[in-house]
């Protein structure tokens, strides 16, 4: 399949839209190359991908050691544009991550060093151990897109994506992410461990080579561009708004939660529910879609009550009880 | 209010509630009073006793001592002592009273004045029941016995008065019945225990019952069955529907003509079937062959009733009375029993010594009193001429000229009713004079035709009554003469019902009427010869009945007929040895009636009945769920309405009906998917209707519906298929998704007061910012 990518011409209009089907091709071949590196993660990859095209950023939080960082740097590679890689510490300052402005003789005038987040896939490992002061010049990075440094303001590359890493196990000498901040992240996901197959398959071929050295990059950073332009332009039904307004405040009434999704949720939502239905094929989301997107995009958000925590109830659990109650088609009573 | 005395409030109100069945008995609402105020003092006392914590000895005592004392009050007629304890000469006045009330309950109407007897009575026996009922619901925490005591209420004004005690009347007495149910659970359960709603909430004690609706509607469901069952099943009297048609009070339309208090077929029922035979007069007459004593006369005919005094108000003198020749005979009533307005004479009487307050209705003959009663009278002698025609005479008679008045008058009578005129028809066939129409009914109604002396049935003479003596073949005088008169003034002969005394028996001086004798007849208007009796009544079921000369088959006279003239007084002849020697025999038990007789022979007539309409609805009902339901699926899916939501709305009910629920939160293409996987073979249609929905809905195009009823049948067909016979009996005849329908519809009707709540209900949600006194689980 040929793409017209010209850089050029991308920069001086909007980027066109690509048809569904061309759209589903191009993510089906990302994903089969991602998948080529981790195995056996397919709907994971794929909510990750989704992530990406909508334009928002993703938690990956779970153990050490089941590829997070995999994921990030082969989903970078297969659409080859940037990676760069923080590893946060508690001594990481806010001008490691950002960039800072330093003398430079010859000119005799201060020059921008740009920082790591000057990239296309930002992957942030361990986010949760660096300062509160460097988290939070990340994530205004993340939520503004553009860095200011010594007054002057410098646009990130689009497309941007921030893969933040944390191991929920062990807390110790971390600094947690406040709900604030948790709520920039569009979606959480878990990788969780491969099964008995796939982790045999991953033996099989990490005896052999690095399969991440070896990925060739699908789809270029243009593409990725106009896909996110695709995706947007999704049609989305006033009954499926309906839905996830309603999905949105069955979580703020919910008697076992302390706090309730955000506005911001609902809207990342409806975007991720857009892609997803992109990479369908379809030129229109359906509840499946969002029923789907619901607990990675929601559940970070919410805070349960310390009854409910105690009970070993948590966020995952109340988001699927909600998706099992709340009405499809929003009318009180069909008949 | 404590428990127990919330009890005995609703013991008290709801036997005040059964005392509507006897709106129809009393004139008036004067005797509510009384009996409210009855139940009010039993009640009160038990209450008080109760209070005081005594037993249900006491309380039992208490109660009957209330009620005594109150009677006392009301009734000692001051023979007690401070005219509150009674004195053995009270009991006596009270049995007094109360022998006086029974007879008159037996002879009066309804409605009467709730005066003297009656109301002792009834005062009595209300008491006596408020005590059982108090007992049962309050003190023996048995309210289930209750339903006894309210059915003896209903009851009562049931066997006085069947006419006009309206079935409407048992609702509420049924209502008050469950009401007594519920509040004595209420109480066992609020004592032992809390209330939970369906799901497991705790339910405060001042917070309406969430099981209440569901006990409201199976509690008016089971009124109604009882009630359509009731308006069902076939009586051998006029079933309850015709006093559904005749309404309340409307049944009682007898009491209030001419007649004045004392309705003569009440009275006429009621005397023949006294289970004790009383005398009412003796009858002292130098008469050999005495015919029927005449008193009243019935001549005006309304469908709903039945013949009635017609409205004469022209009274003539006593001596005005004509004599026309012919032979006098003398006569002396000594009157025991008779209270009527309305004095028994022979034949035609001469001479009546009645006193100047007693008068002759010059149209009828009757011999009647405006201002005085029989009861006045002891004793009374009057001068009479017999009756005497010749059936070839009367054979021989030309019918009146259609615009003479009297055939106007006579032969006046409801057109509408065609079953009667087949009778009528059948009866009269080839008869061309009045007294060939009048010989047809007579065989018509004669027991070689079938009809049997029966006097179980009920005491009525309307169009209905009729109409059922008429098919069934069983009735006693009333129905023969009101039918005989009714078919003949169809048959455009002017003819009326006399109702009076037969013959009595003979001891060689005086003739004895008892209340067996209580009888009526018809009779015939013959041009010339005037007013002719006729008797359709089977000697064998009238007591002293007589035979008739003119009543048989004409044959050659030995009498030579007398040319009266055309007085309805005026008949007169000599004396005959006819042929009738009085019957001496007793009135001969009813036939036992084939059960067949009365239900059977009910819907052969091919009239329309409105009772096997109701059956016919009864058993539409079960099939009403199967209708409704393809009612809908055919709404759904006709071209006109069909939409991919229609469609998939029918999938998502064929799914609930076959037992595959589809939730709310499912996406079409979930259900689909589970859908398929449940019924493999339904995949392909439940794929396309899923798809279908999902464009129309959401992809803002619309989908293409083509296909979509073909894809609905294959989805049920695959359906019915994988499931067992008896889910797919259950899916045809009580379709589940049918039922949620009706919960829901149920559900937004109640409108409940905490609808405010959320959508979603939360089955792990407890109790937790509930308001309520609840101290904890139990």
């Not at chain 2, 050659?556 to 040895?577: K, L, M, V």
């Not at chain 2, 949620?740 to 959320?758: H, N, Y």
Request: hydrophobic fraction near 40%.
């Amino acid at each position: 399949m040929a793409f017209e990518s010209s850089p050029q011409q991308a920069q001086a209009q909007a980027p066109t839209p690509l048809s569904p089907q061309e759209f589903k091709a191009t993510a089906e071949a990302i994903l089969t190359n991602v998948e080529w590196v981790i195995e056996g993660k397919a709907p994971t990859i794929r909510l990750a991908l989704a992530v990406m095209l909508a334009e928002g950023h993703l938690l990956l939080e779970d153990v050490p050691g089941v590829g997070k960082t995999q994921l990030a740097k082969a989903l970078a590679k297969s659409v080859d544009c940037t990676v760069r890689r923080i590893q946060f510490t508690p001594d990481l300052l806010p001008s490691d991550v950002t960039g800072v402005s330093v003398f430079d003789p010859e000119k005799r005038d201060f020059v921008f060093k740009a920082g790591a987040i000057f990239g296309n896939l930002i992957l942030g490992d361990e986010i949760n151990r660096a300062s509160p002061k460097t988290q939070a010049a990340l994530l205004e990075c993340m939520e503004e897109r553009q860095v200011t440094v010594d007054g002057n303001t410098y646009r990130l590359r689009s497309p941007f994506m921030v893969i933040a890493t944390q191991n929920p196990v062990e807390m110790e000498g971390t600094y947690p992410l406040p709900e604030a901040q948790r709520d920039r992240f569009a979606a959480r996901l878990a990788i969780g461990y491969p099964d008995v197959g796939a982790e045999l398959a991953m033996l099989d071929h990490r005896g052999e080579f690095n399969p991440l050295e070896a990925l060739k990059p699908v789809c270029d950073g243009e593409t990725v561009v106009r896909m996110i332009a695709t995706a947007r332009a999704v049609h989305l039904a006033p009954e499926l708004k309906r839905y996830a307004v309603d999905l949105v405040n069955a979580t703020r009434s919910n008697a076992q939660l302390k706090l309730g999704a955000s506005p911001r949720a609902t809207l990342q939502l409806l975007r991720c529910a857009r892609v997803l239905a992109a990479m369908d094929g379809r030129d229109f989301a359906l509840p499946d879609d969002i029923q789907q997107l619901a607990v990675p995009v929601l559940a970070h958000r919410l805070i349960p009550t310390a009854e409910t925590t105690m009970g070993g109830g948590d966020s995952t659990a109340i988001v699927a009880d909600i998706l099992r109650h709340v009405p499809i088609v929003s009318q009180p009573g069909r008949y | 209010m404590n428990s127990q005395r919330h009890a005995t409030l609703v013991a008290a109100a709801s036997i005040a509630i059964t005392l509507t069945p006897m709106l129809g008995l009393f004139s008036g609402l004067g005797w509510t009073i009384p009996l409210l105020a009855t139940i009010a003092v039993i009640s009160g006392s038990a209450g008080l006793v109760r209070a005081g914590g005594r037993g249900q000895g006491l309380q039992t005592l208490a109660m009957a001592g209330a009620l005594l004392v109150l009677l006392t009050v009301g009734f000692g007629g001051g023979t007690g002592f401070l005219f509150v304890v009674p004195t053995p000469a009270t009991f006596e006045h009270f049995a007094n009273l109360a022998a006086a009330g029974i007879s008159d309950i037996i002879v009066l109407a309804p409605p009467v004045e709730a005066e003297g007897g009656i109301l002792f009575l009834t005062m009595f026996g209300v008491g006596l029941v408020t005590i059982l009922h108090d007992m049962f619901i309050v003190g023996l925490r048995t309210p289930a016995l209750a339903g006894l005591t309210l059915l003896t209420m209903y009851l009562v004004p049931v066997s006085v008065s069947p006419e006009a005690t309206s079935w409407f009347w048992f609702i509420l007495p049924a209502a008050a019945y469950l009401w007594i149910l519920a509040d004595d659970n209420l109480r066992r359960v609020s004592r032992f225990g809390h209330r939970f709603t369906g799901q497991g909430h705790l339910v405060g004690p001042r917070f309406p019952s969430p099981l209440a609706a569901s006990a409201r509607v199976s509690g008016a469901l089971f009124v109604a069955v009882t009630l359509a069952l009731l308006t069902i099943i076939p009586t051998n009297t006029s079933g309850l529907l015709d006093q559904v048609a005749q309404g309340y009070g409307e049944g009682d339309g007898l009491g209030d003509g001419s007649f004045g208090a004392v309705d003569p077929w009440a009275q006429l029922g009621g005397a023949l079937n006294r289970p004790d035979t009383i005398e009412v007069a003796r009858v002292t007459t130098d008469d050999p062959t005495p015919f029927y004593m005449r008193m009243h006369v019935a001549d005006d005919l309304v469908p709903d009733r039945g013949f009635g005094p017609g409205d004469w108000d022209d009274v003539q003198p006593l001596d005005t009375l004509p004599y026309d020749g012919g032979d006098v005979y003398s006569a002396t009533v000594e009157n025991l029993e008779l209270i009527d307005e309305v004095a028994p004479v022979y034949g035609d009487p001469v001479s009546v010594d009645l006193g100047d307050e007693w008068g002759v209705e010059s149209e009828t003959g009757v011999i009647r009193s405006e201002d005085s009663s029989m009861a006045d009278v002891d004793e009374f002698s009057f001068e009479f001429t017999d009756f005497q025609f010749d059936e070839n005479i009367l054979a021989g008679t030309d019918p009146l000229p259609e615009d003479d008045p009297i055939r106007q008058y006579y032969t006046d009578h409801p057109g509408d009713i065609p079953e009667l005129d087949d009778y009528v028809e059948e009866a009269t066939a080839g008869a061309d004079s009045d007294f060939d129409k009048v010989r047809g009914v007579l065989d018509f109604l004669s027991t070689e035709n079938g009809f049997t002396y029966d006097e179980e049935v009920g005491n009525s003479g309307n169009d209905e009554a009729i109409l059922n003596f008429l098919e069934s073949g069983e009735g006693f005088c009333q129905q023969y003469a009101s039918a005989m008169a009714w078919m003949l003034r169809v048959a455009d002969v002017p003819t009326r019902v006399v109702i009076g005394l037969s013959k009595g028996s003979y001891d060689g001086e005086q003739w004895t009427l008892t209340s067996n004798n209580f009888h009526a007849w018809v009779e015939v208007y013959f041009d010339g010869q005037g007013w002719v009796p006729f008797d359709p009544t089977p000697g064998t079921g009238v007591s002293g009945s007589l035979n008739i000369p003119w009543d048989d088959e004409p044959d050659e006279s030995i009498e030579e007929p007398d040319e009266g003239t055309e007085s309805p007084t005026d008949e007169s002849s000599a004396s005959d040895e006819a042929s009738g020697a009085p019957s001496e025999e007793l009135p001969e038990s009813p036939t036992p009636d084939s059960d067949a007789g009365a239900i059977g022979q009910s819907d052969d007539s091919g009239g329309f009945n409105p009772a096997w309409l109701s059956l016919a609805l009864l058993a539409v009902l079960p099939l009403i769920p199967l209708l409704w339901r393809s009612a809908l699926r055919w709404t759904r899916l006709r071209p006109k309405r069909l939409s991919a939501v229609s469609a998939w709305d029918e999938t998502v009910d064929l799914a609930r009906d076959y037992g595959m629920p589809v939730g709310d939160a499912q996406t079409p293409r979930q259900a689909a998917a589970s859908l398929a996987q449940a019924v493999p073979a339904s995949r392909a249609p439940v794929s396309a209707l899923a798809s279908a929905v999902e464009l129309h809905r959401y992809s803002g195009r619309g989908a293409l519906i083509d296909g979509l009823p073909d894809a609905v049948k294959d989805l049920r067909i695959a359906l019915d298929k994988s499931v067992d016979q008896r889910t797919r009996f259950q899916a045809i005849f009580r379709p589940a998704s049918l039922a949620d329908r009706f919960s829901a519809w149920r559900e937004r009707v109640s409108g409940r007061r905490d609808r405010k709540r959320p959508t979603l209900r939360w089955p792990r949600r407890s109790n937790a910012g509930r308001p309520g006194p609840v101290t904890g689980r139990p």
